[in-house]
């Protein structure tokens, strides 16, 4: 087989060659598309880059018309002429090698996939500049040679990870990431509503979800103005044009119509999202749709209030993923008036004393702080969020004590008549139980006014120092200038301890010395000897 000859590379180029010199070596196309499918990943990279220089040269060529339409047009009859028979035959050879180039996409050889991604690209941004030229159109989308990438890019075993990457820079065209949209989505809703919808696969979701979370939106109509061809401005349909070749004309131009609207990239944008939310989330994807829904998906589409049923549902899950739904329904709640009943009570349940230990602690607390700004909520309703959160910090670790102090103070300077919960009973040994009901989840029933902070009066005899002065903040008057939290947060073991070493008088020489209680060694322990060491084992 000349495929595996040191030169089959030259065959190969030299079968393109002459294909390049005349319809009489049209045959020569078959010759390409055999090569591409060697078991040499070299044979096959040359095949690619063959095949893409004799497709363009066809397309050049023969033109649009013949290539595509007469390709979908000549399943209604048959040929008649031999020219129409050669356009027949050429046009489905072109098309069987897009066919191609898409099956090499999931090639195991990196240079081979890449090679035929942007092969493809080039045949598609050709196809638009040679239809539009054809049809004296300032332009036109081929949407059916775009329709047959998404199944290639997407629904495959194959890692297309680094291809997604790849064709990033293709969506930086703005009808390209428009008619991308609705192909995916087209996908994902076949596969939702078909019959075969258990046999979607893991591959599939997080393909998709990797093209999904990297599109760009445009944020204006003044961003919109990057095209493949061409400028969709002004296009309509010939007054001249009949039957399907008007019904073709009048789908480009509502086609070419709705790129250059915005609400038209958000409508699509929105029901990709929602169609995609649909599929079987694993539970990695599933919190990173969470982490980046709130200012990634919401602020682009078209009516935020339909990720309602889906963060809801999210939020009473329970756990991180309930920590992670915080941050679409604040921003649904602040900016698009959602009406959540129970809310405070779902928040006040997520208080716990795992709450300290997971990943997105800080992330939380933040949102906790955003939640409680409001002067006008209830007295009963603070003081139980301040009470749960002293008590948690009996077993919290010192980062998230450090944390929660200044944040339990910044509540009661908001809300001064929780003050009581530090007033209240002089020194807490004077108390014979606490009537704060911990394990109560109605904050209304917890009884956390008539209670006391005396959880915090025993972090004054925390080990860590940093943590007992801390608690001196509640000892002073309060005044309205609240604690900035950001000092406190994203606190870990090893920053604790380098501040504990280096402190903020260096001026003070005493501070810096380590106190120390025992003496000196002056030799190894060994067997018989006691100075300076412990008694050994006797046998």
Known sequence: DTLHDPMARLDVKAACDRFLKGPENANELVTL?????????RIVAEAVKQLSRACQHTLKFEGYHKLIE????????????????????????????????????????DHVKERSLVSFMRLLIGE????????????????????????????????????????????????????????????????????KANDIRPTFVSHTFELLRRIRMPESAEDIGTFIAGSPVGVGLEAGARGKSRKRKAARTKSCHDVTVLASHRRCFSELWLSFLRLPLSNSIYKQVLTLIHDSVIPHMLDPKKLIDFLTDSYNVGGVISLLALNGLFVLVHKHNLDY?????????????????????TRFFRLLDLFLTSTHLPAYLVAAFIKRMARLTLTAPPSGIIMAIPFICNLMKRHPSCNVLIHRGGDCKAMDSDPYQMEEVDPAKSHALDSSLWELQTMKSHYLPAVASLVSLLEKPLN????????????????????????????DEEQSKVARSCKQPKSLATAGSTEGSVPLWTW
């Open 33 to 41: 598309l055999e090569a591409s499918e060697s078991d040499d990943k």
């Open 70 to 109: 007469v390709h979908v047009d000549s399943v209604e009859g048959q040929s008649n002429s031999p020219e129409e028979e050669y356009c027949a035959w050429i046009s489905g050879k072109y098309h069987a090698c897009k066919i191609r180039l898409l099956e090499l996409v999931s090639h195991p050889c």
């Open 128 to 195: 638009a500049s040679s239809a539009s030229e054809a049809s004296n159109s300032p332009y036109y989308f081929p949407m059916s040679t775009l329709e047959l990438l998404p199944k290639a890019l997407l629904d495959t075993d194959t890692d297309m990870q680094g291809m997604i990457e790849r064709f990033l820079e293709y969506l930086e065209y703005d009808d390209i990431r428009l008619h991308m949209m609705r192909a995916v989505r087209s996908i994902i809703t076949q596969k939702v509503d078909g019959t």
């Open 341 to 361: 009943p129970d809310f405070y009570t779902k928040l006040y349940a997520l208080l716990d004393h795992s709450v300290f230990h997971v990943k997105y602690c």
């Open 480 to 507: 309205k200038v609240e604690h900035n939290m950001e000092k406190y947060m994203d606190r870990n073991y090893m920053q604790l301890f380098q501040e504990s070493l280096c402190h903020d008088d260096e001026d």
